[in-house]
């Protein structure tokens, strides 16, 4: 939180949330296409899996990355 007692138009407030993990399977022109939970081991073996066509939006942030290239179908 940031504010100035002279300047309201200063007042910030910042709202932290945390998920569950999400597996980031590839990013389709500007959007992330996700699914739920730690799908590598699915995704590995060609399993099914339900996914998410997300769009960013301003604000937000990758907490943390976990790098691994799967192979190619």
């Known amino acids: ?5 002279e300047q309201a138009a200063s007042h910030r407030l910042a709202i932290q ?6 597996t ?3 990013t389709v022109g500007d959007r ?3 699914a739920r939970g ?6 590995r073996t ?6 998410d066509l997300i769009s960013p939006q301003p604000g937000l942030n990758l907490w ?3 790098p ?3 192979p190619q179908p």
């Not at 730690?38 to 995704?43: C, I």
């Open 1 to 5: 939180m940031a504010s100035h007692v």
């Open 17 to 22: 949330f945390f998920s569950d993990p999400l």
């Open 24 to 26: 980031w399977i590839d």
């Open 32 to 34: 992330l296409l996700i």
């Open 38 to 43: 730690d799908q590598r081991e699915a995704l």
């Open 46 to 51: 060609g399993q099914e899996v339900q996914t």
């Open 64 to 66: 943390s990355l976990q």
């Open 68 to 70: 691994e290239v799967l």
